[in-house]
């Protein structure tokens, strides 16, 4: 029987990042610069006949909406990471900004494609000189805007000041556990990459619209500016899908980090006389994993000892260990 050796410590589920408050800040930056840049690149091309400039202006006042959802997540997961009604806290509120951005993302994309094909059974005529300079100028917005976002959009800092325990004087015990350790590098904040991959997407179709405006001013192919709106709606597309797998499959509780930390859960527990007979591991933040393990031993131990051979893990940021005495 294990007995009751430590006393119950209250904790919390604050699992958001280190640069919460600053990623939101830069959010709002982009957003302003990013609907400057619309509104400019809309009334140019609809006035200088571009369809590839107008596609863009339209592109990046989508983004400027989504950038807006990513924002308000930050925001909103900020003032209620404290929130009791959220059971693991409200780490993973970013996820689903990033997969709603996603969405939308390849929403645009194919709209942008089917107009580009319209456009390209009927071109109009292009006033090739404004609209390159207005391009250029877009692409120049795109890429301040990618800089701002970019130098920590895979990964976040995280922190966990406390630990709390406590186990139950019965054949079996709890124990949640809150590490000290900064969570591993790899972990993704998929809010911030939704706002990063629609900065990149609207530099793409800014590229694109720059060299179809060039090919068609030298050669007079009016064509090369919708063929340029193909290839940048399937180049996006292909953005956002994998945007959707990666934000979806957190939402699900079925991330490829999540069976990385079983197997290293598993090799860390091998050399005990344990056997782990149930294994639940969920992402609940950027860089932060649950983990429910459930384990049956001859003469099994208090759960201190397993939280100590997990505690190497470092993306753990909430464990329950139970265990359970094998009865011969």
């Known amino acids: ?63 400027a909406g989504a950038m807006l959802i990513a924002v308000l997540a930050y925001r909103f997961a900020r003032k209620h990471a404290g929130n009791p009604r959220f059971s693991f806290g409200t780490g993973k509120l970013g996820d689903l900004a990033g997969f709603a951005s996603a ?41 301040v805007c990618a800089w701002l976002l970019k130098d920590d959009h895979t990964h976040h800092g995280h922190q966990h000041p406390h630990a709390h325990h406590h186990s139950h004087g019965h054949d079996h015990a709890h124990d949640h556990s809150h590490d000290g350790h900064a969570a591993h590098a790899a972990g993704r904040d998929n809010n911030l990459r939704a706002a990063y991959l629609h900065v990149l997407a609207d530099a793409l179709t800014s590229i694109l619209a720059i060299v179809a405006l060039l090919v068609g001013r030298s050669y007079g192919w009016v064509w090369a500016d919708p063929l340029m709106g193909v290839v940048g709606a399937l180049v996006i597309v292909r953005w956002s899908w994998g945007l959707i797998r990666d934000s979806g499959s957190v939402l699900l509780d079925a991330t490829t980090e999540g069976r990385q930390v079983q197997q290293e859960i598993r090799q860390a527990l091998a050399p005990t006389d344990s056997q782990i007979t149930d294994l639940h591991v969920w992402q609940v933040g950027p860089g932060h994993f649950a983990a429910i393990v459930s384990l049956a031993a001859p003469q099994p131990q208090a759960p201190a000892y397993y939280k100590t051979l997990l505690a190497p893990i470092h993306e753990l940021s909430h464990v329950t260990v139970e265990v359970q005495a094998v009865v011969a």
């Open 1 to 63: 029987m294990i007995t009751n050796s430590l006393p119950a410590l209250g904790h919390n589920h604050f699992f958001l990042g280190n640069d919460h408050q600053r990623n939101e800040r830069k959010v709002w930056l982009v957003i302003i610069l990013t609907a400057i840049m619309m509104l400019a690149e809309i009334v140019a091309g609809t006035v200088y006949g571009s369809m590839a400039l107008v596609a863009d202006g339209w592109h990046m006042s989508t983004h």
């Open 103 to 143: 969405v939308l993302l390849l929403v645009v994309a194919l709209l942008i494609g089917w107009e580009s094909l319209l456009r390209l059974q009927q071109p109009i005529a292009i006033d090739f000189n404004q609209a390159i300079a207005v391009a250029t100028l877009g692409l120049m917005i795109n890429l």
